[in-house]
Nanobody
Framework: QVQLVESGGGLVQAGGSLRLSCAAS????????MGWFRQAPGKEREFVAA????????YYADSVKGRFTISRANAINTVYLQMRSLKPEDTAVYYC????????????????????WGQGTQVTVSS
């Protein structure tokens, strides 16, 4: 059974930084792309970032490009989201997800690309 557990969320002032982690189990982690999504109150869940199974390709939403960095450590089955220069509009519950396709990443921004999701971690950025 696939399990994804996010951690690292919290309350931070605008301009601050946080690093989210997502620990994965139940699938050969190094064979699957991973993604981060977020959902703010009253809004739909949206794409934030994705990384290919090897880590050689990364993808970002325009709203976070240049501020967030996605990375992965396949040896410990973990994907990270380093967030810098945080803004109040980054406030949301952040979810990690694993691609349903082995060693294929068709559309990293499409939520249907992913078949398992974590429970989410809250990020709150105060102004």
């Amino acid at each position: 059974q696939v399990q994804l557990v996010e951690s690292g969320g919290g309350l931070v002032q605008a301009g601050g930084s946080l690093r989210l982690s997502c620990a994965a189990s139940g699938r050969t982690f190094s064979d699957y792309a991973m993604g981060w999504f977020r959902q703010a109150p009253g809004k739909e869940r949206e794409f934030v970032a994705a990384i290919s199974w090897s880590g050689s390709h990364t993808y970002y939403a325009d709203s976070v490009k240049g501020r967030f960095t996605i990375s992965r450590a396949n040896a410990i089955n973990t994907v990270y989201l380093q967030m810098r220069s945080l803004k109040p509009e980054d406030t949301a519950v952040y979810y990690c997800a694993v691609d349903r396709h082995r060693m294929t990443l068709r559309d990293p921004r499409d939520q249907d690309e992913y078949d398992y999701w974590g429970q989410g971690t809250q990020v709150t950025v105060s102004s």
